[in-house]
């Protein structure tokens, strides 16, 4: 089993910053991807931000140049720098990680959420 563990979130200003971080743990052969996604009251999840194994990065078109994300390998964790924030930002903040075992099946995995608030 794989765990997820998401911390950061928060309340902050417009125009302020954010640091999510989500770290794995368990039993994980190899990471394909790890992203963020989020879902505000009476939406739908929308992927918000990814990053592959080879470093490969894509952005919801909502936060490019506003949001970066990271991982470190060594520490199975991914980070989303979030900066310039909107009120629109304001959402629970979802850590996806998607994982291979041995047989190349993938297997996916969600965090529990954190709520980002973005006062005006």
């Known amino acids: 089993q794989v765990q997820l563990v998401e911390s950061g979130g928060g309340l902050v200003q417009a125009g302020g910053s954010l640091r999510l971080s989500c770290a794995a743990s368990g039993s994980i052969f190899a990471i394909n991807a790890m992203g963020w996604y989020r879902q505000a009251p009476g939406k739908q999840r929308e992927l918000v931000a990814r990053i592959t194994s080879g470093d490969s990065t894509n952005y919801a078109d909502s936060v490019k140049g506003r949001f970066t994300i990271s991982r470190d390998n060594a520490k199975n964790t991914s980070y989303l720098e979030m900066n310039t924030l909107k009120p629109e930002d304001t959402a629970v903040y979802y850590c996806?990680?998607?994982?291979?075992?041995?047989?190349?099946?993938?297997?996916?995995?969600w965090g529990q959420g954190t709520q980002v608030t973005v006062s005006s």
């Open positions: 996806n990680l998607i994982v291979r075992n041995r047989n190349q099946y993938q297997y996916v995995y």
